[in-house]
């Protein structure tokens, strides 16, 4: 799986497309600028959303759901990397 850092996301971050598989209550606390919103249980379902020719940097709480989101996205044909430590690790800003 491949992974990148927090603070490398946010040195990145105009770069990035940033997937946010978090609840809708923790994202309404604050999300990296410009994230999709999908939540992990609503993944397989929204899928259709997401373009295979965009790789994504999947955020969630502190790494363990998205972690599980890139496994499902890339066994889907998508391009896709773990953000470690999710927002636990962000120290960017927020929207």
């Not at 397989?44 to 965009?54: C, I, P, Q």
């Not at 999947?58 to 972690?67: D, F, K, L, T």
């Amino acid at each position: 799986m491949k992974e990148i850092l927090a603070k490398d996301v946010e040195k990145k971050l105009n770069q990035l497309t940033v997937l946010d598989v978090r609840e809708v209550a923790e994202v309404a606390e604050g999300k990296i600028p410009n994230a999709l919103h999908i939540p992990l249980g609503l993944i397989e379902f929204r899928m259709n959303e997401l373009d295979k020719n965009v790789e994504y940097t999947v955020v969630c709480r502190s790494g363990g759901r998205s972690s599980q989101a890139v496994r499902f996205l890339e066994n889907q044909g998508f391009k896709v990397q773990n953000m470690t430590g999710g927002m636990l690790a962000w120290e960017g800003p927020t929207e």
